[in-house]
């Protein structure tokens, strides 16, 4: 027997249908493209995907192409403008591939910023694109200016929303982290994230984190029975470093004694540089930020980084925080103070006296990541050596080295060659595509972007000037009614508040104009750097034509770059699958995703 609950639930099914039916009836058997948006990946896009195609595309029979058409998108709300998904929309549409775009809400496909949705809104209309989304409140398809006022509205709320919320978790994980000697609150630790190698967390009777201790479950029996514990493991590391020996050289005694590394023991197994190593062994990058950590002193910093918004870069830029405020607190110490000082400042003395920054004044030309690794993908790192000759004095020669075959377990058989030979050949093939004016300006015309902002802009100048002449409008109306003896004080109300939420639009396109002119003038200036570069590329090709000319290292290193120059070094006896013959490297010339088969490409050997 049906109840009161399910009569409703059917009644209100009923509304809601009926609702989009009547607001979206004309778009029924259109090419519709679907996007989701999830703020992370631990969630998933069922439900969002499931209310689409219920309330839109069954309903209004929308066409939908599966493979192409149906996008879903890993991004924070608050972040808009940087996300890839959304351009891929802007070259669909500009393609005519779909006629409507469909979403559950706003908020969840276009993000919480307002003023970037409406944007983004405005350059879809003009390619003839219109928004659907199951909630009537969104005004997603209203064009008129009530309805582009309520969804900016709605997008400053959501706004405001998720910033209150942010405020107030930072508050409260401070007021954690600082305690309350008054009330006899201790100072607690903020237990998010991963655990620190050496300690595990402590949790009250709710299993929330208050303090960490020490780790003494046991990672490694090794051959002399000795038991190893994260504990024992960070005081024989800082043994080591007291006693002045390189980190190297402790990665190489772990290693040697098989204790598993901290990605391991915590559960976390990642394989750095993107390279899945059979056997995760301890890198220098991991002993060196272990030993600098204060909380083995005792000191436990909280707060000590915080993330802030780069115009011109996708991804939030994380800054140290400044030392007032950090937070200390206390936790049980591994090392004395004295002991960890002490280290600090044999790494930082060995850092300054460390060779790589005292080499040789005469550079290696494909420094940086374009000498890379044929075995395992890594940078081929320069590696300088001096030989005594028997007339006396000495002979320096420097060598293209893999160097993961002596920081770790010899998973990579590395690879070694003579700088000079790799150089040499380098600049050859660069000085072919230099001699070849046609290669030459395809490198340019491969590099050169569109401007990215240019479509925004135009759209935010468009939008600002119909909200500057909608203000200017409600002026002269409340003079004409206020001289005319016809404006009445709700009328006057109105048009205010209507002039205040107009100026507050206002504003926000004037900042969004602000950033996308600093990343104009970044494109243009990267433009104009590619114009220098092919410039410079004909004045080299006509100096070359003179006896004797030899290019400095500088625009050489130059056009390497531009030319997209990287050389790949193997072994001795590595042979060539395509022609059966033995090479120990290879330089290839990329622009962009290109790749320019050069007449004379080939392999070299030594």
């Not at 948006?37 to 595309?57: K, P």
């Not at 996008?71 to 500009?94: F, K, N, V």
């Not at 802009?457 to 009614?481: E, F, G, H, Y």
């Not at 290292?553 to 070094?569: Q, V």
């Amino acid at each position: 027997m049906a109840t009161n609950n399910d009569y409703n639930d059917y009644s209100s099914r009923e509304a809601k249908r009926q609702e989009i039916l009547d607001m979206y009836s004309k778009y029924r058997g259109m090419r519709g493209l679907l996007l989701t948006r999830v703020s992370s990946e631990s969630q998933n896009h069922d439900a969002q995907e499931r209310m689409i195609r219920e309330w839109l595309f069954d309903l209004l029979d929308l066409q939908l192409e599966e493979e192409r058409h149906v996008i879903h998108d890993t991004y924070t709300g608050l972040e808009y403008r940087y996300r890839a998904a959304l351009d891929e929309i802007l070259h669909m549409a500009e393609r005519h591939e779909f006629d409507v775009l469909c979403l559950d809400v706003l908020d969840r496909g276009l993000g919480r910023k307002g003023v970037s949705r409406e944007i983004f809104r405005g350059q879809l209309r003009e390619l003839g694109i219109h928004i659907l989304t199951t909630e009537k409140s969104d005004h997603s398809d209203d064009d008129s200016l009530e309805g582009q006022l309520m969804r900016l509205l709605k997008g400053y709320k959501a706004e405001e929303e998720i910033n209150d919320f942010v405020r107030r978790t930072k508050n409260a994980k401070r007021d954690k982290a600082l305690g309350n000697p008054a009330k006899g609150i201790p100072p607690k630790v903020i237990g998010n994230g991963s655990r620190d190698y050496g300690y595990e967390y402590v949790r009250d009777a709710e299993g929330k984190v208050e303090t960490i201790a020490p780790n003494y479950d046991v990672v490694l029996v090794d051959s002399k029975g000795i038991e190893w514990t994260e504990v024992r493991v960070m005081v024989f590391m800082f043994r080591c470093a007291k006693h002045r020996i390189p980190l190297r050289g402790i990665c190489r005694r772990l290693n040697k004694i098989g204790i598993p590394t901290p990605s391991v023991s915590k559960g976390t197994k990642y394989a750095s540089n993107g390279v899945h190593a059979e056997k995760l062994v301890w890198e220098v990058s991991v002993v060196s930020r272990l030993l600098r950590k204060l909380t083995y002193s005792g000191k436990k910093v909280v707060n000590t980084q915080h993330a802030v918004r780069v115009p011109e870069l996708k991804y939030r830029r994380r800054i140290t925080t400044s030392p007032e405020e950090q937070i200390i607190v206390p936790v049980p110490a591994i090392v004395s103070i004295e002991l960890q000082e002490e280290v600090i400042r044999n790494l930082q003395r060995n850092q300054k006296f460390s060779r790589r920054n005292n080499q040789s004044e005469t550079p290696v030309l494909l420094y940086g990541g374009l000498a890379k690794c044929g075995n395992c993908g890594r940078t081929a790192r320069e590696w300088r050596q001096h030989w005594n000759l028997k007339g006396g004095g000495e002979q320096e020669y420097t060598y293209y080295q893999c160097m993961t075959r002596f920081n770790s377990l010899h998973t990579c058989p590395g690879c070694c060659i003579n700088a000079r030979l790799v150089d040499t050949a380098a600049w050859n093939e660069a000085l072919k595509i230099i001699h070849n004016p046609f290669i030459a300006d395809k490198a340019l015309e491969d590099k050169k972007s569109k401007d990215p902002t240019a479509e925004r802009r135009r759209q935010i100048n468009q939008d600002l000037t119909k909200n500057r002449n909608r203000q200017k409008n409600i002026r002269a109306d409340l003079v004409r009614m206020s001289g005319d003896g016809k404006l009445d004080f709700e009328t006057e109300e109105a048009y205010l508040g209507e002039l205040k939420d107009l100026k507050r639009v206002e504003q926000g396109y004037i900042t969004a104009l602000a950033d996308d002119e600093k990343i104009h003038q970044e494109w243009q200036a990267a433009e104009k750097v590619l114009e220098r570069l092919h410039k410079k590329c004909a004045v080299i090709r006509d100096k070359l034509k003179r006896p004797g000319y030899e290019p400095d290292f500088k625009d050489k290193r130059d056009m390497i770059e531009f030319f997209g120059m990287t050389a790949i070094i193997w072994n001795d006896g590595h042979i060539n699958p395509q022609n059966g013959k033995p090479e120990h490297f290879r330089i290839q010339a990329k622009f962009n995703d290109i790749v320019l088969h050069l007449p004379s490409d080939r392999s070299f050997s030594d």
